[in-house]
């Protein structure tokens, strides 16, 4: 019989579990909107991108967008392998490499559509 013991507490006031929902719905979005960005950006006119026909444009497109992906990727790495390492070993704490690494990921996230060239793209992004 489930009536004998303390009453349980409501899900709805577990701030950890709560902290835990909004990160992971807000990591989630962050990783959505910075695959579907530099696509729909690429898209204006202030890229010269435009061909004759729209496949073509498209195709231009997709090659810009995965060329700005490599210093994306090339930074990551670098900061993953020799930025984190090194602060780890110089005692700064977890919590700490993730706020800052969040906050500058929130603020280039919406800096990133105020871009008007491509290597201002590869730069931000």
Known sequence: DDSKGP???????????LTLGASFFFVAFFIVGQQIQPPLLLERSSFGLEEDSETRTQERIALTSGLVAIPTSLVTAFVMTVGYLSL???GVRDETCVLVGGLVASVTFFVVP?????WQLCVIN
């Open 114 to 118: 105020m871009c008007k060239t491509v």
């Open 88 to 90: 780890s070993k110089r």
């Open 7 to 17: 009453p349980r507490p409501s899900v709805w006031r577990d701030t950890p579990l």
